[in-house]
Antibody, heavy 122, light 107 residues
Framework: EVQLVESGGGLVQPGRSLRLSCAAS????????MHWVRQAPGKGLEWVAG????????GYADSVKGRFTISRDNAKNSLSLQMNSLRAEDTAFYYC???????????????WGQGALVTVSS | EIVLTQSPGTLSLSPGERATLSCRAS???????LAWYQQKPGQAPRLLIY???RRATGIPDRFSGSGSGTDFTLTLSRLEPEDFAVYYC?????????FGGGTKVEI
């Protein structure tokens, strides 16, 4: 059974940093691209960042480019999102999601974690 | 950036009825790189359709997707009580992935 479990969410002040992690199990981690998708409370879905199976290729939404960094550790079956210079508008549930593709990373998402809430407030 | 516009914003229907949801792209989406998701309150999204018309594993055949270019449709042939939820489309034709704003299907 595919499982994606996010951790690291919480309350953080504007301008500070936070690191999210996603532990993957139940599938061959390095056979898949991985992504972060967020959802502000009561709002729609917004893609944040994606990374290829090897970690060599990645992409970011314009809203987070230069502030967020996605990375993966295939030996540990884990995905991370380093979030710097956080803003109030970054407040959201952050979902880890799998893209069932190896050759590139921009794809659809077939499995999702349950999400981690990040609240940016003073 | 490809902007996806979903309509209507809310669809009020009864169990057994047919639901037709629209997703219109601001520019043509090549190779039908469009997916649909269902999200219920307090839950993560669930993949329904990819490649514009291919059902994901375990998705009932009352869900169907169609369309190409800039106009795509998700059809629920006969609504079951568990189908009342919010539905999102997503394009993956470009490296800037985008979602539509969602359609809520309510009783």
């Amino acid at each position: 059974e595919v499982q994606l479990v996010e951790s690291g969410g919480g309350l953080v002040q504007p301008g500070r940093s936070l690191r999210l992690s996603c532990a993957a199990s139940g599938f061959t981690f390095d056979d898949s691209a991985m992504h972060w998708v967020r959802q502000a409370p009561g709002k729609g879905l917004e893609w944040v960042a994606g990374i290829s199976w090897s970690g060599d290729d990645m992409g970011y939404a314009d809203s987070v480019k230069g502030r967020f960094t996605i990375s993966r550790d295939n030996a540990k079956n884990s995905l991370s999102l380093q979030m710097n210079s956080l803003r109030a508008e970054d407040t959201a549930f952050y979902y880890c999601a799998r893209a069932p593709v190896r050759g590139y990373w921009h794809y659809f998402f077939d499995f999702w974690g349950q999400g981690a809430l990040v609240t940016v407030s003073s | 950036e490809i902007v996806l516009t979903q309509s209507p914003g809310t669809l009020s229907l009864s169990p057994g009825e047919r639901a037709t949801l629209s997703c219109r792209a601001s520019q043509s989406i090549n190779s039908k790189f469009l997916a649909w998701y269902q999200q219920k309150p307090g839950q993560a999204p669930r993949l329904l359709i990819y490649g514009a018309s291919r059902r994901a594993t375990g998705i009932p055949d009352r869900f169907s997707g169609s369309g190409s270019g800039t106009d795509f449709t998700l059809t629920l042939s006969r609504l079951e009580p568990e189908d009342f939820a919010v539905y999102y489309c997503q394009q993956y034709a470009t490296s800037l992935l985008t979602f539509g704003g969602g359609t809520k299907v309510e009783i």
